[in-house]
């Protein structure tokens, strides 16, 4: 006599299996999505949106009436714009170069060297976190002015060649790779040099995008030094030129927006591109820390 038993069909691996916790963890990362680009996303609306409109009790959501008239009267008015984009980038691209090299260094030094002192180096260095940035101001512009270097790019990009964070986030990822392949790199004839460009750098290149991400994003939207050390027109970055364009007695939204939204283009690029190591960085240092 045949015997039939009952088999449960089994289930597509690719749909997904909704439950309550579930859907409630969908619905919030979608809500916290929305409330983290909605600044973005009414930036570049109200850039799009004519100035007279910019100024209603109840703006639209969607600009109704958008035209480019905007952009227009910024280059029309703040002729040097593309010259302070230009200033920007070389300052962004300048210290976040520097901060790859000199972090890294410092950051492999006290991962791996062993040197009297090193400890308690590291923890001296650490604890200048604890200082405001706008203690330094005073005494950083005296050095700056005694150097001559007021009124230029050096102005910015000098005093911004390493940072702490920077020193403390390689290092901490620095030292989760394995001794193992630095000394096998040294067995077969490479120097000190080549020890750290050859093993160091590929390996801790998720680190080095997310530093490099941090830094070029911190350094583009940088204002407060820049307006300090930076006294002619042609000579600004782009966040002090935009707010240059306020007028005294009144402030046309629509000019500011566009030069902002503008502003936002290349960090937005410079995230797309460097986001995969970005990822992968936190990803590893999630996993090894």
Not at 164 to 180: A, D, N, W
Request: glycine share 4%.
């Amino acid at each position: 006599m045949a015997t039939h038993t009952l088999t449960t069909p089994k289930r597509n691996p690719f749909l997904p299996r909704w439950s309550w916790p579930r859907i409630a963890m969908w619905t919030a990362l979608i809500v916290t999505t929305i409330i983290s680009l909605w600044p973005m996303y009414w930036l570049f609306v109200t850039a799009f949106t004519p100035t007279q409109q910019t100024l209603k009790a109840s703006p639209d959501l969607f600009p109704v009436n958008a035209s480019l008239s905007n952009f227009e009267r910024l280059f029309q008015q703040a002729r040097d714009y593309w010259r302070w984009a230009f200033n920007s980038l070389a300052v962004a691209l300048f210290v976040t170069l520097f901060h790859v090299i000199f972090d890294t260094l410092a950051g492999y030094a006290f991962a791996k060297k062993r040197f009297p002192g090193r400890n308690i180096l590291f923890w001296i260095i650490l604890s200048t976190l604890m200082i405001p940035d706008h203690v330094t101001l005073v005494p950083l512009y005296i050095v700056t002015r005694n150097l001559q270097l007021l009124d230029t790019l050096w102005a910015v990009i000098m005093p911004a060649t390493a940072s702490v964070f920077g020193i403390f986030l390689m290092r901490q990822y620095i030292q989760t790779l394995p001794s193992e392949l630095e000394d096998a790199a040294r067995i077969d004839g490479c120097s000190e040099l080549g020890v750290f460009w050859r093993v160091i750098m590929p390996l801790a290149q998720p680190a080095i995008g997310a530093l490099a991400i941090f830094t070029f994003v911190r350094n583009w939207n940088n204002y407060l030094w820049p307006v300090i050390v930076l006294q002619r027109t042609p000579n600004y970055t782009l966040p002090v030129g935009v707010v240059s364009l306020q007028g005294e007695f009144s402030t046309d939204y629509g000019i500011i927006f566009a030069g902002a939204a503008l502003a936002a283009l290349p960090m937005i690029v410079f995230f797309l591109i460097f986001q995969r190591y970005f990822l992968e960085g936190v990803r590893m240092g999630a996993l090894k820390g």
